[in-house]
Structure formats: C-alpha cells, structure tokens
C-alpha cells in the first residue's frame, strides 16, 4: 500500500470503523481478476460502503489523496471492465453493501434499487409484488443493479423492453467532487439540459459513481410458449420477424442460430434433441408470453404466426412448444451454444451489432469473408437477430496450437472482423462495453471525432482521473501526444 | 455587421453563392423574435446552408472568425431558445433549407429525416406509406425535426410513445470543430461509451447543430375514440389511470382539467358545450386507438373501462364519442383551455412536471399556496396528468393593471411556484427547455452541482461559446466568478 493509500483508508476507517475497508489479500484476491479470467489486477485494499454518504466520503477522500477508483459491483466484466490495473495504484470501491431496494410500487410500476442490489434478488422482489423486472442474462446471480446501468445491460428480452437504457428511469450517483447527482424522480418529462442520467448509463463508472437506480417493472408473465423455426437464409429469418412484429407485440425473443452452431449443440451438450429436421441451414427460437388472463394463449398465437409463412415456404418446418418443459428443452439449445462452441475448441469471440436490416447481409458476407483471409478458420454467428446483435465467434483451424494462434492469429482476426462491423455501421462493442479490452480498438476505429468528444467528456467530469482509469478512454494517452 | 461576421458571410458566400446567406433586414426580421414576442433579438445575417458539407463549412468558418451562431427551426420555441441575442454578436444558422427526408421504410419503420424537414411534412410522409410519427404539438406547421430533437418535444401522445428522447433512434450532428457526429446507424444495441445521441437530443443547439434525425414510426391510427369522465379530485383521476394502464396500452391521451377550466372554454369559445353535467370539480379526456383492423373498437373498450370505476363511484359521470364529429369536439374543449385563459386576462403560465404519483397532491397544495399567498390570484393546472406534467396558470386579481402585474408580481409568482415543483421533486422544465427564459431559474434553483456538472460539459464540447451563446447555460458568467 503506497503512503496516499494508506492515508485514505485510515481516514476512512477513523471515520466509519474498520469495516469499511478490506485488506486481507485473500479476500481481495475473488475481485482482481475479471469473470474471464483474461484480466489480472492488483490493489491493497477494497473499499466497501454501505449508503450514499459513504460513497461520497470515499470520493471526497479519495480526490483529497489523489487514490484512484476502480467501482465494481459483481465482477462480470466480459471486457475487464471492473478490473484493478495491475500495478496496483487504484483500489476498488465495492458497492456490494449498498444494497437496498429502498421502495417498490405495484401502482405507478417503479422501484428504487441500490447499486449493489444483485438481478437475481430484483427479480423476486418484482415477482413478489405481481410484477416482472424485463432484463435478464447469464451473470443474474452475480450482476448487480449499478453494474447492470453502468454498462447499459442489455440480455436476451432487449427485443420488447430495450436495454438498461430503456429501463433506467433515474439515477443517484456520486460525482468525481464527492457531489451527488440526484436523478431518481422518476420524471416523465424534465427538460432542463444534458440529461445527466443517460450521460451516466452506459460510461462504465468513468464518469460517477451510481448509487441507485429507479427501476419500470412490467407485467410479471403469466404463460409462455417457444416456437422453433427452420429456414434456409438469415434474411428468410428476418422477414419472418418483420411480419411477426406487425402481427403482435407479445414476442420476447428472436434468436437465430446456423445449422452449424445446432449440430455443435446436439453433438456435446447431452439430453439435446432437434426440434426439427436439422438439415435446414438456419433456426430461429421464438418466445411468446401472455401477460394477463386475458390474451391469447402464446401457443395459439405463434402457431397463427407461423402457418402464412409456413404456407408461403418462407419457412422450411417449424413446431411450438405443447409444454413448459418442451420450451425450457429449446432455450436450452440456444442457451447451450456457447458451451459446445468452448467444447470443441480454440475460438475468438466477438460482441457485436449492426442495423437490424443490414445484419442478414452481414452474417452472410463477414462469415466468408473472414474465413477466405484466415485459411482454415470457421465463422459462426448466432444470436439476437432481432436486435441486430449477434455473438461471431471464428472457431481455429483444427491442427492449430491453441495458445500460440490466441497469440499469433486472435487479434489479427478480431481487427478484420471490427473492420467489417464498421463497414456495415455497426458497432464494436453490442452489449459488453469497452473496459480495457476494447479500448484500443475504440480509439482505432473512432471515429477520431467521436474519441475525442468522448475524452473531452471525461476530461471535464473527472480530470484527475479519480474514477475507473484506463478504462474507456484513457486521458494519460491524450496528453502524451498533444 | 461587425468585421468578423463580415469576413464570416463573404467567405462562405465566396465558397457556396451568395444565396447562402441573407443579409436583408426585412427578410431577417421574422426571425428576430420569439414565437410569444417576449424575446427580440438582433442579427445582421441568416445562414442557411442546405447539406451537411455547408452546415460543417459554416460551423468551421465561424469557428476561424470567432462569430457565434444561433441554430433555428421552425423558430417556435416558447423559452426564447432560438432567438439571438439582441446586441447582433451572433448570425442566425437556419436549418430549414436541410428539409429532404433521406430515407422512409414501413420494413423496419424507420425513417431519416434532415432538421429543417416540417413535422407536419413528416407527418404526411408517413402516412404516405401507411404508419404515423407518434409526436404532435401546436406548432405542427412550422416545429422542424432538429428543432424538436434539440429540445426534447412532448406533446399529446406522450404517454404511450414519449417524448423525442424516444422516438429518435440516432443523430447526425455538426460538432462545433466542424466535425460530423455520424451517429444514424439505428443501432438497437451499441456500447462504445457515453451516449452521444442522448446527449445531443435536448441540448438546445449548444453542444452540436442536429443536421438529420432517425425516428421512429409506429402503426398508423384506423380509428379512434374520447371518453370524457368528470370526478371530485386530481388523486380519483389518477386512480382511473392506473386501472386503465393495466388493463390496455391502447390509450394515447389522458388529459386533465379543472371544472375552472371547463366553465372558462365553455364561455369565451363558441360552439362548445359540456359534455357531461359540469358540477363536477374535475375532468378528464381519455383517447383510445385501434391501429389494425383487429383490434378492438376503442369505443367499446373505453366504455368498458369506464363501467367499473363508474359503477363504484371513482368516476361521477362519463360519455363515450360515438362519432369523429363528437371526438373532435371532446379535443376542441382541452385546446381551447389555452386560448379562453387568454380571453380572461393577465396571467402567468408554468411549463412543469412532477412524478406522476405526486402530481394530484402538488395540484391540491400548490395551488391553494399560491392563492394564499399572492392575494387575489386564481390558480389553474391542467394538462397531461398522465405524464405528471400540468399547464400551471395562475391568473392575476380581477383588478389587476395588467402591464404593471406582469412587471412586478408575476416574477416573484414563478419563483414561488418553482420553488413548489423543486419540493415535490419536479422539474421547472417539462416540455419548454431552458433557453433563456428559464436560465436563471435553473442556476437559482440547480441544485449547485447539477449546473456545474451541465457548464462543464459545455465547456468541453464547446469552449469558445460557438453555438448558442447565453441559452440554458453561461460559460461567461462562471468565468466572472471564479
């Protein structure tokens, strides 16, 4: 611990009591590497308050000792996000204590959460009320309420209620200065400047630090039913999606996946099956769900969605889920890519977007584009098509040497593939943020103007760089060259 | 004209013809003044260049000669937002030449609309291929695209579809370096950092000049429906529009009024009659959509809604339109509020918002606080409950000379109603902005770091005070004090 920390966490201690500061390396030692693995950081200390006035204090005093912070709330950083430098000179503002959810109304749909509130625990304290919190992803056991908004979470029913972005309809956070932005009146409209709120969903804990978050619930779902779906191109699937969405807005989910990413599925995850005849070259997962008593059975309406394009040829064979069972069976197939992708081998992965009608093209042309460079490379894209987001992993060639083309080949890869995402207007980063891990390839791919505007941001909110540095953009970097 | 501004028009005249910038002061003056005539501005020329390369030339151009810009519209603002100072420091860049719609598809209901484009027009084109621009407001025949992005328009139909923050899906912007921020892509998800787009929508032109808009359309009306309810409290009308929200998302409008008002339009407008028996203290319109053939008929489904609140006493009397005719003339009662408060007298009118939950306790309390303390004064709130935002009159004594009034009371009436929305956790800015109007108020009642956290952004994207000079927030006045 260097003299400025120490002064810090001595100041805090005197203040607050021993707690709030942890400095035992073996329970640090769970927080200085990220979800992956791919990110190992060092600190001294972690600091953990447990109410807004705390936050405050460990800004103020950490701004008066020129102590970096690194905020974190789960940990499940895909992009090294919430990882310490690994020099050691920050410590980690853990929001994990503060986590409260400080009120929760059936009547106007809103609740107040605590930054360290975990998703999995909102989510049943919506349902105990009769209502449903719309956003939901793998980490839901880990993730926290602030992580979720400071990385503009999206999950797998973006589709119908949006990203965090959509969802966040107030902030509370700690400035850089130790001052509070207090943004939780959930305002319908408040037309009074910059909206602050959105400025701080979404920037990664560089610009302040959320504390809370008021929270929309929607109608808690009362059945559901999965369609699966064959056809023979992404833009069959895409039509499909677009004549759904003028017949309902009670679909949740649109995923697709090639006949390639099922087959890995059906060979390594045990108990899976095809839901129909896997010779078809793409497969779309579709939910459905009825809110209230009374809508329509999700059964009967996406058998009624499927029948025209059934008919019509635009889909090759298609069956709907006769039971709960059945439908968690689907999911699991989708849900179940990812592993049997790990399963059978080296790949690079990548997080990715474009316009919803220019991803068709995009799946179609980036696929045997990167495989034509690479010799011996396989693309696989699948995901969110209904969001213009699809995960694009490049599997290696068979006889490579796993470590030595992570090395050699993985960076070169994910160059060209971001060169294509750019190319289509896309974008690098769909749902992961930037953290450390994209950083460089922000600043390549800008556009220039863009970095700038985004350092320019930073510069006038955090100058001392108090807050998560080396993330997103780095200010250190800007003053080397000017 | 001033050597500068001088240099300014003959070099962009130089470049792009002398049609690029008017000079004549009879062709300027119609641009000199605010849509209500409180703010009277000077200039000696108006740019108008008509392509995001001229827009970006006059943005660079005035950058070298130090010649600050006023961004206009349709010039409708009601803060004085577009209007240029009055001692002719700063030259009008109009938009209105920047009036093509780039691009318009029912596909993905999508549209790329240019600022200068008319909503009114853009309303027309959607129509033209069968879907609908969910935003509407007074100033439909003059309000512009990057006129109503830069501010953040609501309007009627907010409730469901919200205010311009959710319509618009990207922004094309000139940074005030000249710089493009190319940010139309409509990406559903992308997280490369602080949002952009977000920052830009509701920034008055004072960080960027919006060139072009994406919007989004949404299913186009096949009919419609007014219900007209009347009950004893803001609070019951509440109440109603929760029941509703559970039951459909088919209503687009819920309006509220107090039998003040209703007596006062029934008076001063001709050809309009109650619609149910006006003893009761308050009313409400509610206007409910079908949007595909198979839908339900709004009129049934807005009577069925109303039996079960009438039946238990919540609602005291209640009709449905059973005609457009009847619709119409439902609309006609809530437009006319603005124009019989008009035929009264003096008065002086807020643009605020609260928490829904809050707003039938603030319209009770401020209210009655107001009355009591500014003797003789009337106050009348009415507007959209539903989206807690209110039209809060308050109108002068009956004796009242009208000229001295708006002199010496009406100011200190607006601080006091401010300070009333600042307790119910509101915003002194609903609808309207800042502009320079309500400048002052924000810095008095900001909180401190709310201001500061807005001038710093300022100062970062735009130091030289390039754009907009002396709207929503001063750099020059924070200069002076430090």
Redesign the interface.
């Known amino acids: 611990m260097n003299p400025s920390q120490h002064q810090l966490v001595d100041s805090l201690r005197a203040r607050f009591g021993a707690g709030i500061a942890e400095t035992d390396p073996q329970m640090l030692a769970p927080w200085l590497a990220d979800w992956r693995g791919r990110f190992q950081g060092a600190t001294p200390a972690m600091l953990s308050p447990s109410s807004l006035e705390e936050v405050q204090a460990v800004l103020a005093q950490a701004g008066a000792f020129a102590v970096p912070l690194v905020p974190q709330g789960g940990n499940t950083s895909m992009v090294g996000g919430a990882t310490p430098p690994a020099d050691g000179s920050a410590v980690i503002l853990s929001l994990r204590r503060m986590n409260r959810i400080r009120s929760i ?1 059936p ?2 749909s809103l609740a107040i959460a605590e930054a360290g509130v975990i998703l999995a625990d909102f989510h049943d304290a919506a349902g105990a009320i009769g209502r449903r919190f719309p956003l939901d992803l793998g980490s839901r056991g880990s993730a926290t309420i602030g992580g979720l908004a400071s ?2 979470a ?1 999950g797998t029913q ?1 589709l119908r209620w ?2 965090m ?1 959509a969802l966040v309809a107030g902030v509370e956070a700690v ?1 850089p ?1 130790g ?4 943004g939780l ?12 709120n ?2 701080l ?4 804990g560089t ?1 302040g630090v959320i504390t809370a978050a008021t929270l929309r619930l929607v ?1 808690a779902v009362a059945t559901r039913a999965v369609a699966w779906a064959a056809m023979e191109s992404p833009d069959q699937a895409l039509s499909l999606l ?1 004549r759904i969405e ?1 017949q309902t807005d009670a679909v949740e989910s649109f995923e697709i996946m090639p006949a390639e990413a099922l087959a890995s599925v059906l060979a390594h995850i045990p108990g899976t099956r095809a839901p129909v005849d896997a010779k078809h070259r793409w497969h779309v997962l579709i939910e459905a769900v009825a809110t209230d008593a009374g809508d329509r059975a999700p059964e009967d309406l996406l058998a009624d969605l499927l029948r025209q394009p059934l008919e019509a040829g635009l889909v090759g064979d298609a069956v709907v889920s006769a039971s709960e069972a059945q439908a968690e069976a689907f999911w699991r197939i989708r849900h179940g890519i990812s592993e049997s992708e790990r399963a059978r081998g080296a790949a690079v992965q990548h997080d990715i ?5 220019a991803m068709p093209r995009f799946m179609r042309e980036a696929g045997a584009a990167i495989e034509a460079r690479f010799a011996g490379t396989q693309a696989v894209a699948y995901g ?1 098509l ?4 699809v995960h694009f992993h490049v599997r290696a060639p068979v006889a490579a040497d796993r470590g030595h083309w992570y090395a050699s080949e993985a960076p070169a890869i994910t160059r060209a593939v971001h060169d294509l995402v750019v190319q289509a ?10 953290g450390q891990m994209k950083r460089d390839e ?1 600043e390549r791919l800008g ?4 970095v ?3 350092r ?2 930073k ?3 955090d100058p001392a760089v108090l807050l998560n540095p080396g993330k ?2 780095t200010l250190a970097r800007r003053l080397d060259r000017s």
Chains 1, 2 share one sequence.
Request: charged share 25%; proline share 4%.
């Open positions: 109304s009547e106007d990385t503009n999206g973006v949006g990203t972005r400035l200065d001052s509070v932005h207090d009146s959930a305002l319908k409209k408040d037309n009074r400047g910059y909206d602050l959105q400025l969903i979404g920037a990664e610009l109608p677009r003028r977007s474009a316009p919803v009608d969110h209904g969001d213009g987001n207007g896309g974008s690098i980063s769909a749902e992961h943020g930037i922000l556009p220039a103007s863009r700038a505007t985004l320019a941001i510069r006038a909110l997103l953009v």
